[in-house]
């Protein structure tokens, strides 16, 4: 069983920067794909950003060029650094994982960008 803890999100207003960390419980983050999701009011969650385990990316289009998506392999984290937030980036994020075909998410964290 693996834990994925979320934090770093909060309230920013429109052009701020946050960023969000995804601590594992156990080794994880190195040997499988990790991404992040969010999911706002009335809307399907979606994939953001994923990275590999040999560090390939993907970003969703909404958000290439604001969003970088990173990893800590000695300490089980992935981070996502978001910039030029904007109102549409309100959501609850989580962090997402596989290993051994079993799907792992976090509890979320609310981001809230509002002037």
């Known amino acids: 069983q693996v834990q994925l803890v979320e934090s770093g999100g909060g309230l920013v207003q429109p052009g701020g920067s946050l960023r969000l960390s995804c601590a594992a419980s156990?080794?994880?983050?190195?040997?499988?794909?990790m991404g992040w999701y969010r999911q706002a009011p009335g809307k399907q969650r979606e994939l953001v950003a994923r990275i590999t385990s040999d560090g390939n990316t993907y970003y969703a289009d909404s958000v290439k060029g604001r969003f970088t998506i990173s990893r800590d392999n000695a300490k089980n984290t992935i981070y996502l650094q978001m910039n030029s937030l904007e109102p549409e980036d309100t959501a609850v994020y989580y962090c997402?994982?596989?290993?051994?075909?079993?799907?792992?998410w976090g509890q979320g964290t609310q981001v809230t960008v509002s002037s």
């Open positions: 997402h994982g596989i290993q051994y075909h079993v799907n792992y």
């Open positions: 156990r080794n994880i983050v190195s040997t499988n794909a």
